[in-house]
């Protein structure tokens, strides 16, 4: 239900906005492109109707290079670029990676996947899992040298490897450059399940809460990986460290079943990516982008299901999408006057603004059950105020005139109010 008031005085202090094209930019997904069951031209069909704008990949599988580019062309998607999960092919990797690059495709490098899970062999010594994990650290060193000293490659950045709280020994994987000066990453990198034995069940500000960058987090979050290792609790960053370390999510999501229904699948996912940008998390992947058919306990964390029928997360992120589309480039976002007074902490708000300088104020509810009502006072009439709801469409459900204030009734979702005319 959406509501619109009367003025609510006192005029609200400016708030700075974030450019659209940034929040945009940072949808991902995790898909296998043209394998697994996965076919190039239905993987191009939904990365363009989700609007995703970039992709988990790399080396693993041997996809074909000419399928990336592919790809990259028929929608823009980047790659973030990975050995895979046992992989240390160094050189294979940095030269696929060159092709990317000199096609305008590679977003970033990223470690090896899950080293816990995987071990692998560098230089003909085997690390991860519960041997010494000094071969993934070196892996790790001598990628980002190698990355930042290679004349194509240089101006792109790279991730950490994902899990390195579980390292054995101390091989310092939890800094991005080590006290004694070894550089790893430019970026941590972290796989935030929204779901957790620590934190099984739906409640009030799950997403919010996953995206958490602290020791609040009961996720397996950027403490446990960057401030205290989770396995043998080596000290990394301190708590206010941490809130500022440029990071990335390359897996994260939520399998569908028991309590976790489709509609709560679909929704989960669209607060997870706000509360993630929100937060200061400059990349988020879901995993999945459809369902693998090939691999036990993954068959429910698509948005698409494994014959490409779309779940609700599918239509509710196209929506999204649509609605705060931006493709331009704008140099410096402008500020907005609007508040939320007495903001219930279950409603969080983001400000956007796009190319055209017209401005978007995503209001997003986080409460398992029941409803909050917030008003959002903008201080003086606005020419013409439309409200969208992602979950019901493209279309505004209202449109104002003249308003001085908007009164929306949250739940568990985003709507979009938008503010003047594009």
């Keep these: 239900m959406l509501l619109l008031g009367p003025s609510l005085p006192p005029v609200p202090d400016k708030v700075q906005a974030e450019r659209?094209?940034?929040?945009?930019?940072?949808?991902?997904?995790?898909?296998?492109i043209s394998q697994r069951g996965e076919a190039l031209d239905q993987t191009i069909k939904c990365v363009r109707y989700l609007g995703l704008r970039w992709l988990r990949s790399g080396i693993e599988g041997n996809i074909p290079m000419a399928d990336f580019l592919e790809l990259h062309t028929q929608t823009g998607v980047r790659f973030s670029w990975c050995p895979g999960s046992g992989g240390s092919d160094l050189p294979k990797l940095l030269e696929t990676g060159r092709h990317l690059s000199k096609a305008s495709a590679l977003l970033a490098f990223e470690g090896p996947n899950e080293p816990n899970n995987w071990t692998i062999t560098y230089?003909?010594?085997k690390g991860g899992g519960q041997l010494s994990w000094a071969p993934v650290a070196n892996f790790q060193r001598d990628m980002y040298a190698a990355v930042k000293s290679d004349p194509i490659l240089k101006n792109t950045p790279v991730w950490g490897i994902s899990e390195d709280g579980a390292e054995t020994d101390n091989v310092g994987l939890q800094f991005l450059e080590t006290?004694?000066?070894?550089?790893?990453s430019d970026y941590a990198n972290v796989h935030n399940y929204i779901y957790h034995p620590n934190s099984p069940n739906p409640e009030d500000n799950k997403t919010w809460n996953a995206a958490d960058p602290t020791q609040a987090c009961r996720v397996d979050g950027l403490y446990g990986e960057y401030g205290v290792t989770w396995a043998h609790h080596y000290p990394g960053y301190s708590g206010s460290q941490l809130v500022n370390l440029p990071r990335v999510t390359t897996e994260t999501g939520t399998t569908i079943g028991g309590a976790i229904t489709e509609e709560m699948h679909g929704k989960n996912l669209l607060t997870m990516y706000l509360d993630q940008f929100k937060r200061g998390w400059s990349f988020t992947a879901v995993y999945l982008l459809r369902d693998r058919s090939d691999e036990a306990g993954n068959q429910q964390f698509?948005?698409?299901?494994p014959d490409y029928t779309p779940r609700k997360a599918a239509l509710y992120l196209h929506?999204?999408?649509?609605?705060?589309?931006?493709t331009g480039s704008l140099i410096s976002p402008g500020s907005l006057r609007y508040a939320i007074p007495s903001e219930p902490p279950t409603v969080h708000d983001l400000l956007l603004q796009r190319s055209d300088r017209s401005f978007a104020l995503v209001v997003w509810g986080e409460r398992l059950s029941g409803t909050?009502?917030?008003?959002?006072?903008?201080?003086?009439?606005?020419?013409?105020v439309q409200v969208f709801d992602p979950t019901a469409g493209t279309d505004a459900v209202e449109t104002q005139n003249g308003v001085p204030s908007v009164s929306l009734i949250l739940s568990d979702h985003p709507v979009v109010v938008t503010f003047g005319s594009r």
């Design 20 to 32: 659209a094209v940034d929040f945009l930019n940072s949808l991902g997904a995790n898909s296998s």
């Design 123 to 125: 230089k003909g010594e």
């Design 179 to 184: 006290p004694n000066g070894s550089s790893y």
């Design 302 to 305: 698509g948005f698409y299901k």
């Design 319 to 326: 929506n999204l999408t649509t609605i705060l589309a931006d």
């Design 372 to 384: 909050d009502k917030v008003t959002v006072n903008l201080g003086q009439p606005v020419k013409r």
